[in-house]
């Protein structure tokens, strides 16, 4: 039931800025949620860049670290993604992800429809 908007990707030059949004548009807020961020080229496995817990710990990979940052609004129904200094390597398509587990061991997870970033000069 949860629907997750995605909105930011674009073309940007190497060493450029851009900022994801991912919006619940269904209406539910995101504060009992794992958010999350994951991208994905033709041919590879989706790829996880940033998470944030419903406690507010965020970890990023390796790729993307210090130049990626997650971040919640304060009505909890939107989580950005701000990403600086791109590289050609982070174009991919990016997708919000909203995870929470339910007992015993069953993990749910929602998608946005995904946002393409490209970075190239």
């Known amino acids: 039931q949860v629907r997750l908007v995605e909105s930011g990707g674009g073309l940007v030059q190497p060493g450029g800025s851009l900022r994801l949004s991912c919006v619940s548009a269904?209406?539910?807020?995101?504060?009992?949620?794992?958010m999350h961020w994951y991208r994905q080229t033709p041919g590879n496995e989706r790829e996880l860049v940033a998470s944030?817990?419903?406690?507010?710990?965020?970890n990023y990979a390796d790729s993307v670290q210090g130049r990626f940052t997650i971040s919640r609004n304060g009505a909890q129904n939107t989580v950005y993604l701000q990403m600086n200094s791109l590289k050609p390597d982070d174009t991919a398509t990016y997708y919000c992800?909203?995870?929470?587990?339910?007992?015993?061991?069953?993990?749910?997870?929602?998608w946005g429809q995904g946002t393409q970033v490209t970075v190239s000069s």
């Open positions: 269904s209406g539910h807020m995101l504060g009992f949620y794992d």
């Open positions: 992800n909203a995870r929470i587990w339910e007992p015993p061991n069953h993990r749910r997870d929602y």
């Open positions: 944030s817990t419903s406690a507010g710990i965020t």
